[in-house]
């Protein structure tokens, strides 16, 4: 993706999020019709839009749109669970029972027991059958014996993110949605990732933990010359607002990450 499409991408699903937290779905759904158009190989306008289609009253289009986004990842876990619970609103019991069976599955590789046997539940309470039963008595005994933390949540994160905004607190928005950022990476999805830094930015520009992980994803992309932009222009805000602490940890990060900009070398 050219970087004019990307920023046309980028403001696209801006709007859209935008246009959701102020309840305009319909102007949602258009908004992230658009970022789809832009670029065919994102998950999150996809699931984004499937999720505004479901609260708009069309589970149909809801399954369309989820579909589209689990083509490209089968393993996507905001679509799977959208797509189970779009099957139950149109009443297609039985392939929502499968859908959770799916979701229960991928959740258990995960290691993200405490959601494989939600998941795992709630097929077994949309259609009984011993093979469901045994699956979520295995899945709760496992989550009794590990006693682990789970990991965070990203869904928890944006929620967050989304009360915060509405409120009108930047700052709490921001950290929310640099948290769901974080763990979207280290469940090594790396749009949605990013996707939620973009969030983070939009409400609370100058962020600079938000700006240097988007950086940091643009140099595990490959984007290396739009992510040394990225920090030479943290570098020209941390001197203009007199940080001098953001400065250093701009410049020790992008010396890190990209050793061969020599616009970042040691002096």
């Not at 899945?139 to 014996?145: D, K």
């Not at 100058?206 to 990225?230: F, M, N, P, S, Y």
């Not at 941390?238 to 940890?249: M, Q, R, V």
């Amino acid at each position: 993706m050219t970087e004019t499409l990307f920023e046309r991408y980028k403001e696209a699903l801006r709007a859209g999020h935008v246009a959701v937290l102020r309840g305009r779905l319909e102007d949602a759904a258009v908004a992230y019709r658009e970022a789809i158009s832009i670029t065919a190989d994102r998950v999150v306008p996809r699931t984004a839009l499937g999720s505004v289609q479901l609260r708009l009253g069309d589970p149909q289009g809801a399954v369309e749109a989820f579909d589209g986004a689990l083509a490209l990842d089968p393993e996507d876990d905001a679509s799977l669970l959208g797509r189970a619970q779009a099957l139950v609103v149109l009443r297609r019991t039985a392939e929502a029972a499968l859908a959770y069976d799916d979701l229960a599955g991928i959740r258990a590789t995960q290691a993200r027991l405490p959601d494989a046997a939600e998941a795992a539940r709630r097929a077994l309470a949309i259609e009984p059958t011993d093979e469901r039963r045994e699956r979520h008595a295995r899945l709760v005994g496992e989550l009794r014996a590990t006693a682990s933390e789970p990991p965070p949540d990203p869904e928890a994160f944006v929620l967050a993110f989304e009360e915060s905004a509405a409120r009108g607190d930047a700052e709490s928005a921001a950290a929310a949605a640099l948290a769901a950022a974080r763990a979207h990476r280290a469940q090594g999805r790396a749009a949605a990732a990013f996707d939620a830094c973009l969030l983070g930015i939009g409400v609370r520009p100058g962020d600079v933990d938000l700006h240097l992980l988007l950086a940091d994803l643009a140099v595990e992309r490959g984007w290396t010359g739009q992510a040394g932009d990225a920090y030479r222009q943290l570098l020209r805000l941390a001197d203009l607002d007199g940080d001098a602490a953001a400065a250093d940890l701009v410049r020790r990060t992008a010396a890190d990450r990209l050793p061969d900009d020599p616009r970042f070398a040691p002096d």
